[in-house]
């Protein structure tokens, strides 16, 4: 079984940058999917970006421009770069694979707030 841990959120003004890891319990050759999801208080959860195994990334138009995501497969670990962050960036950051969809399996996410 593979577990994901999302960490690397934290406080950051309007212009600043994060990057977000997700670290695998085990190798992430095997997943087809992983994406990157944040929700805000009282909105729904929405896709970010996605990578898959093929190293193909498709980003929401909202972060295109602004947000990469990447990843290390030695370190079983897939990254979300945020840059220009804005303060409608504000949200609890998850990710997840495709068998965690559809499983409805969801971990805890990192806090991202994006302020002065």
């Known amino acids: 079984q593979v577990q994901l841990v999302e960490s690397g959120g934290g406080l950051a003004q309007p212009g600043g940058s994060l990057r977000l890891s997700c670290v695998a319990s085990?190798?992430?050759?095997?997943?087809?999917?992983m994406g990157w999801y944040r929700q805000a208080p009282g909105k729904q959860r929405e896709l970010v970006a996605a990578?898959?195994?093929?190293?193909?990334?498709n980003y929401a138009d909202s972060v295109k421009g602004r947000f990469t995501i990447y990843r290390d497969n030695a370190k079983n670990t897939v990254y979300l770069q945020m840059n220009s962050l804005k303060p409608e960036d504000t949200a609890v950051y998850y990710c997840?694979?495709?068998?965690?969809?559809?499983?409805?399996?969801w971990g805890q996410g990192t806090q991202v707030t994006v302020s002065s």
């Open positions: 997840n694979s495709d068998r965690g969809l559809r499983l409805g399996s």
């Open positions: 085990g190798s992430i050759f095997s997943i087809y999917f």
């Open positions: 990578i898959i195994s093929g190293g193909s990334t």
